[in-house]
C-alpha cells in the first residue's frame, strides 16, 4: 500500500479525503459526498462550464487545457451518443498520482465523470485504468456498483426525471501510448492503441464517433471540489491563469518522496527541498526533471521557479503530469537519458515513421555512446535525429521523446563528450535488454 | 461446475464464471469488440497465456476475425502468448525506480530465481520481467508479482516476498 505523506504547505482539495476511508460510499457521502453532482443537477449545464472557466483548472494529465473550455465545444445537439472518457492510463514516467486518487477516493472520479456528463449532454461515462492497476480497478468497480446500489447512478438520479448516468470501468493491458487521448479512444473500441490524426478533434468525433470529453483522472477529481468551493475560490488557490491546486508526485533522490498537494505556482525548489526533505544523503543536486520523463531537463540553478504551466512553459519545460524526478549528483545524465528513450522506443505503438525510427536510432546510438564506442558526431546525431522528430508524428510521443533527450544533450553535452572521448562509460543497463515481446 | 452459470457458447474453454463473465461483458459497450482488451487479459488471468483456442473463442464471441484478435494481442505488452510463472515477478527499472535502485532489485531477482528477463523457474513458480513504469515511483524501486504492488523495496525485503509466495503464503491478487 503506498505510504501516505503530508507537509504543512499542502493545501488538501483534491486529497482532503485521503487516508480517511471514502473508498466507502458511506464515509465519501459523510464527507460532502455526491453534493457536488446534486448542485450541478439543480443548476444546470451553463453553470457548470461557467464555474468550469472561472476554476482555471487545466488539464492534469500534461497538457494543461483549460476544462471548461474543453466542454464547451462539445456540440450541443449531436445525432450520436456523447461519451465522457475518463484517462486513468497514468503511465508517464515518474507519474502515480492516479494511482492514489483511484485508492482513496474513487468516487470523486465517478461523481466528476456524471457532473461532465450533466454539462455536455452524455449519458455515459468510461472510466480507463492501465491494465497493471487490477487492484485499482477493483476498488473502482466497487465504488461504481455502490453508486448505482445508492441512486446516484442509473436512472432518474436524484429523482430527477430524465438525468440518467451510465459508468462503465475498462481495463488497459499495458501501453504507455494508450493515455494518448485518440489512442485511448481506439483501445477502449478493441482495438491497436494508434493514434488518430486530428481535426475532427474528440470533442466533435469521438468515442463510437460521437463527441466525447476526455480528461484525465485528477482534472474529473478535482470538477465535484470546484463546484462545491465555486470556481473562483478554487482558482485563487493558484496563480494567475493557472487555478486551484495539484497532486505533484516528487520521487528519485529526496528524502521524503511522495504525492504531496500543492498550489499551483508553488516554487520547485521549496517543493524539493522543504516539501520533500531536501536531496536524500545529503547529496548534491543535479538535475530535477519537472513533470514526468517527457519534460526538458531542469539545473539546480533553473528551479527557482513557481510550478505552474505558464512558468514552466517560459523556462523552457513543461508542467506536464507533475510527477517530478530528483537527480544528485551521482547519476549518469548518459546513463540516464539512454533509460529514458529505452522507454520512448519500447512504447512508440510504430504508426508514424519520425518516432519509430527516431527512438530507434536515438537508442542505439546513446548505447554505443554509453558502452564506450561512441564518437563525437553521434552526439550531434542524436541532436538532429531528436530535432526532426518534433512535431511530425500524430500523437505527441514523437515529441515526448525528442524533448527531454534535446534537453540533457543540450544542458549535458560535456558529459557526453566525456563518454565519447572515453574518459567514461556505463554497463547498468548493459546488455542492452531488449524488451520486445514476440508474439 | 458452478450451479445456475451457464455460458452462451457452447463449449467454452474457459470456467463457467469467466464464461458467464464474458457473456456479459460483450453486451455492456456500444460495441462488442471494446469488449476485446478485457477479455484478453481476464482469459490470460484464467490460462495463464492466451492460447490458440483463447482466441479463437474470443472472435468468435465478439464476432471478429482471429487475425483481429492476434493484431490487438499483440500490442499490448502484459499479454502473452507462451505461460509465465505462477508468480510473474515484475520489477521496474524506468527512472524512479533506476534511482532508488531498481537495476540492484532485478540484478537480486535473476540471481535469487535463477533466471533472466523472461525467464520461467524450472519448477514453473516463478517467472521474472523487467517491465516500464507501473505506476510506483514514488514508493520507488517497486515491483509487482501477478497484479500485487511492492514497494520501498530493499534485496532483503524482497527475499521475504519471494519466500512468502513461495510458501504460498503471498497475496495472489488476480
Not at chain 1, 149 to 154: C, P, T
Not at chain 1, 250 to 255: A, D, F, K, T
Not at chain 2, 58 to 74: K, T
Amino acid at each position: 500500500m503506498p505510504t501516505l505523506v503530508s507537509h504543512p504547505d499542502e493545501v488538501k482539495v483534491i486529497s482532503r479525503r485521503f487516508g480517511l476511508g471514502a473508498a466507502e460510499i458511506d464515509k465519501y457521502i459523510e464527507l460532502d459526498g455526491y453534493k457536488a453532482a446534486r448542485l450541478a443537477a439543480e443548476k444546470g449545464p451553463e453553470w457548470i462550464i461557467n464555474e468550469m472557466k472561472a476554476s482555471g483548472l487545466r488539464g492534469r494529465g500534461g497538457a494543461g487545457f483549460p476544462t471548461g473550455m474543453k466542454w464547451s465545444f462539445v456540440p450541443k445537439q449531436s445525432a450520436k451518443p456523447k461519451y465522457v472518457l475518463v484517462n486513468g492510463d497514468e503511465s508517464e514516467p515518474g507519474t502515480c498520482k492516479d494511482h492514489v486518487i483511484f485508492l482513496h477516493d474513487p468516487h470523486t472520479v465517478i461523481e466528476g465523470a456524471m457532473i461532465a456528463g450533466m454539462a455536455i449532454g452524455a449519458k455515459t461515462g468510461f472510466i480507463y485504468l492501465r491494465g497493471e492497476y487490477r487492484y485499482l480497478l477493483k476498488i473502482m468497480e466497487k465504488a461504481v456498483a455502490d453508486a448505482y446500489a445508492k441512486g446516484f447512478l442509473g436512472k432518474n438520479i436524484f429523482g430527477i426525471v430524465g438525468l440518467d448516468f451510465d459508468v462503465i470501468t475498462q481495463t488497459g493491458a499495458g501501453a504507455y501510448e494508450v493515455g494518448e487521448e485518440s489512442a485511448l479512444m481506439e483501445s477502449l473500441e478493441g482495438k491497436r492503441g494508434v493514434p488518430r490524426i486530428r481535426p475532427p478533434f474528440p470533442a466533435i468525433v469521438g468515442l463510437y464517433g460521437g463527441p466525447t470529453v476526455i480528461n484525465n483522472a485528477e482534472t474529473i477529481a478535482a470538477v465535484p471540489h470546484i463546484l462545491r468551493m465555486g470556481g473562483e475560490a478554487y482558482a485563487k488557490l493558484g496563480s494567475e491563469r493557472n487555478g486551484g491546486t495539484r497532486l505533484f508526485g516528487i520521487s528519485g533522490h529526496v528524502e521524503r518522496p511522495g504525492i504531496y498537494e500543492l498550489p499551483m505556482g508553488y516554487n520547485l525548489k521549496k517543493a524539493i527541498y522543504e516539501v520533500a526533505g531536501g536531496i536524500k544523503d545529503g547529496k548534491k543536486l543535479k538535475a530535477v526533471v519537472p513533470g514526468g520523463s517527457s519534460c526538458p531537463v531542469l539545473l539546480p540553478e533553473e528551479i527557482d521557479i513557481g510550478l505552474d504551466f505558464d512558468q514552466m512553459g517560459k523556462a523552457g519545460t513543461m508542467l506536464g503530469s507533475g510527477g517530478i524526478v530528483v537527480l544528485d549528483e551521482t547519476v549518469s545524465i548518459v546513463e540516464f537519458a539512454l533509460r529514458v528513450i529505452k522507454f520512448y522506443q519500447h512504447e512508440s505503438c510504430g504508426w508514424c515513421i519520425p518516432c519509430r525510427e527516431g527512438t530507434d536510432w536515438i537508442k542505439k546510438t546513446l548505447t554505443r555512446v554509453y558502452e564506450g564506442g561512441g564518437q563525437k558526431k553521434d552526439i550531434d546525431n542524436v541532436q538532429y535525429l531528436a530535432e526532426n522528430m518534433m512535431g511530425r508524428t500524430f500523437c505527441p510521443l514523437g515529441d515526448a521523446a525528442a524533448m527531454p533527450t534535446l534537453g540533457f544533450v543540450k544542458k549535458f553535452r560535456k558529459e557526453f563528450e566525456e563518454y565519447v572521448e572515453g574518459k567514461q562509460s556505463g554497463t547498468k543497463l548493459m546488455p542492452a535488454q531488449e524488451l520486445v515481446e514476440i508474439h | 461446475m458452478t450451479k445456475g452459470i451457464m455460458s452462451v457458447v457452447a463449449n467454452t474453454i474457459f470456467s463457467p464464471e469467466l464464461a458467464a463473465r464474458f457473456d456479459k461483458l460483450v453486451t455492456i459497450y456500444p460495441l462488442r469488440r471494446s469488449a476485446l482488451v478485457p477479455m484478453l487479459l481476464y482469459a490470460q488471468d484464467e490460462l495463464g497465456y492466451i492460447s490458440d483456442a483463447a482466441v479463437h473463442e474470443i472472435a468468435a464471441r465478439i464476432g471478429i476475425f482471429e487475425l483481429d484478435v492476434r493484431n490487438v494481442l499483440s500490442y499490448y505488452s502484459m499479454l502473452r502468448t507462451k505461460p509465465a510463472g505462477k508468480y510473474n515477478v515484475q520489477v521496474c527499472t524506468n527512472i524512479s525506480c533506476m534511482l532508488r535502485g531498481g537495476y540492484e532489485i532485478l540484478e537480486h531477482c535473476k540471481s535469487k530465481l535463477g533466471v533472466e528477463h523472461k525467464g520461467v523457474t524450472a519448477d514453473g513458480k516463478f517467472s521474472l520481467e523487467e517491465v516500464e513504469c507501473i505506476g510506483a515511483c514514488c514508493w520507488a524501486p517497486a515491483m509487482q508479482v501477478n497484479y500485487d504492488f511492492h514497494e520501498d523495496l530493499t534485496p532483503a525485503k524482497v527475499d521475504t516476498i519471494l519466500d512468502d509466495y513461495a510458501h504460498g503464503r503471498g497475496k495472489d491478487v488476480k
